[in-house]
């Protein structure tokens, strides 16, 4: 059975980091490009950024490019993000997502439970 | 980036009775290997989204039949052949042709 299960969430200040990991399970992880999907507070879905199976390559949203970065260890199955610079604006649940291959990005076909990060003063 | 545009975003339906939703692309979702990646997902209250139906129309193992996808190049329809309770919660369209990754602003399906 397939799992992922976010960690890492909390409330910070503005300009402050946080580091979210995912756990997976279930299935062959170094097999699977994984992504972060974020969901403000009563809003929709919002990509943040993939990582192919390997992890030699990488892809950012506008929004977080320069100050995230996405990472994954294939020996221990988890996924990070490493999010700096943070704004009120990144306020969301953060979701980590499985693709459907090494380098297929194009779909997301099992999702963790979400992680909360909160921004503020 | 492509601007995927759905209708309408509240959706009252009665039991038992049809609904749809419609997602449109600002552009063509085929990509250069002949595939359409046009993915649609279910959120019920208080959960993770959930995939139904990707490329299209295949429908993901475990939905319900009652579940159909449709549609090609920049126009989609998720329908619900008969609403049952649990189908209620809000069900977003995605693009997976062209980066960046984009999601429509989602339907909230209610019960009347």
Known sequence: ?121 | DVVMTQSPLSLPVTLGQPASISCRSSQSLVYSDGNTYLNWFQQRPGQSPRRLIYKVSNRDSGVPDRFSGSGSGTDFTLKISRVEAEDVGVYYCMQGTQWPITFGQGTRLEIK
């Open chain 1, 1 to 121: 059975e397939v799992q992922l299960l976010e960690s890492g969430g909390g409330l910070v200040k503005p300009g402050g980091s946080l580091r979210l990991s995912c756990a997976a399970s279930g299935f062959t992880f170094s097999n699977y490009a994984m992504s972060w999907v974020r969901q403000a507070p009563g809003k929709g879905l919002e990509w943040v950024s993939t990582i192919s199976g390997s992890g030699g390559s990488t892809y950012y949203a506008d929004s977080v490019k320069g100050r995230f970065t996405i990472s994954r260890d294939n020996s221990k199955n988890t996924l990070s993000l490493q999010m700096n610079s943070l704004r009120a604006e990144d306020t969301a649940v953060y979701y980590c997502a499985k693709g459907c291959g090494s380098t297929c990005y194009s779909d997301y076909d099992f999702w963790g439970q979400g992680t909360l990060v909160t921004v503020s003063s």
